[in-house]
């Protein structure tokens, strides 16, 4: 699966596909400049989702108004520059107040041994982050809450 | 210049309902205080039907039919009555925006609080492939 095709379904899956179990995803940017990086995407979203009549109700008064978004990068599979990508969403998070992100990092190819125990080691907790393997199909995510639910809405591959 | 402008059967079917239901109520009270019942039969249904594509499709054209002009330079937009001209260097950002219900715009951002949205989904255009022209646009308009 190309990058791109990867990108579209995943975009769509967030928006008005399983994503919307987790956030009301309203918003996707592509080739989103953040803190001098360039994200191949970036959907935008909040948890109380807006509904009607009823399920706008039940949502007012169970669900917190976390603001929530899901960064794309594909420009370091290596995760070389992982610290900066991280330092710079959340700066974006602070500035935005957003709760919680997702990163996904999608390659057309197998991660790095080292790459994946980086990400198996992250300990954001308000961040999770998911390594993509779009020719093997396999996911490594990141051992957070946040990040342990991410394989779920991430791997939309058909 | 391209131009767009499907009926927007979502739009029709509100402002037909709307009427339909307004019309009904009018004719139920009139013939109540006039006749002293509300009289009701095939012949006042069918004239109610008829008076409501009318008076539903005035009102559609007034307040929700969709038509959108654009080229390299820039795009009219009309909803209704209502018509917007913008060229496509005065925007810097082009995102997707969901409305609820599937229902899609894509978002033009023009000043730090200004935007201007396009009803992808009145218009029954592909959402994703006219946002990646909106993005085309809105830089080819910088250069």
């Not at chain 1, 290596?78 to 710079?88: A, D, G, P, Q």
Request: charged share 25%; hydrophobic share 45%.
């Amino acid at each position: 699966m190309e990058l791109k095709d990867y990108l579209l379904k995943l975009e769509n899956n967030l928006i008005v596909g399983g994503g919307r179990w987790v956030a009301d995803f309203t918003e996707s940017f592509w080739e989103h400049q953040v803190g001098g990086l360039t994200f191949d995407m970036v959907v935008t979203g909040q948890m109380r989702v807006r509904g009607f009549l009823i399920s706008r109700f039940i949502s007012w008064i169970a669900m917190p108004n976390y603001q929530a978004a899901c960064f794309v990068y594909s420009q370091d599979p290596e995760l070389k520059r992982l610290s900066k990508t991280l330092k710079v969403i959340k700066g974006f998070m602070k500035e935005g107040e957003l709760d919680w992100s997702w990163l996904v990092i999608p390659r057309e190819g197998a991660f790095s041994q080292q790459a994946k125990a980086v990400v198996e080691k992250d300990e954001s907790q308000e961040l999770g982050i998911a390594l993509v393997d779009l020719s093997s199909q396999e996911i490594t995510s990141s051992p957070s809450y946040i990040g342990r639910r991410m394989p779920r809405f991430v791997k939309c591959f058909k | 210049m391209k131009r767009v402008g499907p009926i927007n059967i979502t739009g029709l079917a509100k402002a037909f309902t709307i009427f339909f239901f307004l019309l009904s109520f009018l004719w139920a009270a009139t013939s109540y205080i006039t006749l002293g019942d509300i009289i009701i039969s095939w012949a006042i249904f069918f004239i109610n039907l008829i008076f409501s594509a009318v008076f539903g499709w005035w009102w559609y054209k007034r307040r929700y039919h969709t038509v959108l002009s654009y080229d390299e330079q820039g795009f009219e937009l009309t909803i209704g009555r209502r018509t917007l001209k913008e060229e496509w260097k005065e925007f810097y950002q082009a995102s997707l925006l969901h409305l609820g219900g599937g229902q899609f715009a894509v978002r033009l951002y023009k000043d730090e609080d200004e935007v201007v949205e396009i009803p992808v989904s009145a218009l029954r255009l592909n959402p994703q492939e006219f946002r990646f022209q909106a993005m085309a646009l809105v830089k080819g308009g910088k250069g």
